[in-house]
């Protein structure tokens, strides 16, 4: 059964400062992984997926990482904005009891950006 | 683009009563996925849907379900609510079962039963 672990469950950085949310997950039997960014009382949105081939997905100022065999997957956030203050959760897809690609969500990272 | 949509997207509920939460995954995604998340929780899986047949079942009370019609639209009913049945809840949509696909998520239903 996979299990996803978010590390640290907050963060509190100052405006400007490059940071890292780590994500493990225990099969590394998955499919893919998507980071989420969730507001309060919001939905869930997509940032990146890594495809279970890949090793890294970037987009704007996220950098995303895959690494299968130690089960880890990272976050990186470059130049951090106040903006940028959520909860980001990680989500593993299939494992290798289970082809139905449901999402197993960590128990996600709250970050704080102060200006 | 389109997104996923989902209604209501506020449902207040006495206990005992009974609430179906609607879902429509974007056009051409033939798997939608249900999710409940408590307050300061992770989302949790319910229950999902593959070309109109159930394809997975998580920690779902039997007091709710779940189909997927023709149309792709799913519907979550949920009966004899109870107090911790309060929650928001999520569907997702994505195509084929994720095999490297993206999931999207829709903006929820947050249900609170008083």
């Known amino acids: 059964k996979q299990e996803v672990t978010q590390i640290p469950a907050a963060l509190s950085v100052p405006e400007g400062e490059n940071l890292v949310l780590n994500c493990s997950f225990t099969?590394?039997?998955?499919?893919?992984l998507q980071w989420f960014r969730q507001d309060p009382g919001k939905g869930l949105t997509s940032l990146l997926l890594?495809?279970?081939?890949?090793r890294e997905q970037t987009s704007g100022r996220l950098n995303a990482s895959l690494d299968k065999s130690s089960g880890r997957s990272t976050l990186y956030i470059a130049a951090s904005q106040p903006g940028d203050s959520a909860t980001y959760l990680c989500?593993?897809?299939?494992?290798?009891?289970?082809?139905?690609?449901?999402?197993?969500f960590g128990q996600g990272t709250t970050l704080q950006v102060k200006p | 683009a389109a997104g996923v949509i989902q209604s209501p997207r506020h449902l207040i509920k006495e206990k005992r009563e009974t609430a179906t939460l609607k879902c429509y995954p974007i056009?051409?995604?033939?798997?939608v996925y249900w999710y409940q998340q408590g307050p300061g929780q992770d989302p949790q899986f319910l229950i999902s849907?593959?070309?109109?047949?159930?394809?997975d079942k998580g920690s779902i009370p039997d007091r709710f379900s779940a189909q997927q019609f023709s149309d792709y639209h799913s519907e979550l009913n949920m009966s004899s609510l109870e107090l911790g049945d309060s929650a928001l809840y999520f569907c997702?949509?994505?195509?084929?079962?994720?095999?490297?696909?993206?999931?999207?998520f829709g903006q929820g239903t947050r249900l609170t039963v008083v």
């Open positions: 997702a949509s994505s195509q084929d079962r994720g095999w490297n696909t993206e999931a999207f």
């Open positions: 099969d590394s039997a998955i499919y893919n």
């Open positions: 890594i495809q279970s081939s890949q």
């Open positions: 989500a593993g897809r299939g494992d290798g009891s289970s082809n139905t690609g449901k999402l197993i």
């Open positions: 056009p051409r995604h033939d798997t």
């Open positions: 849907f593959y070309e109109k047949m159930q394809s």
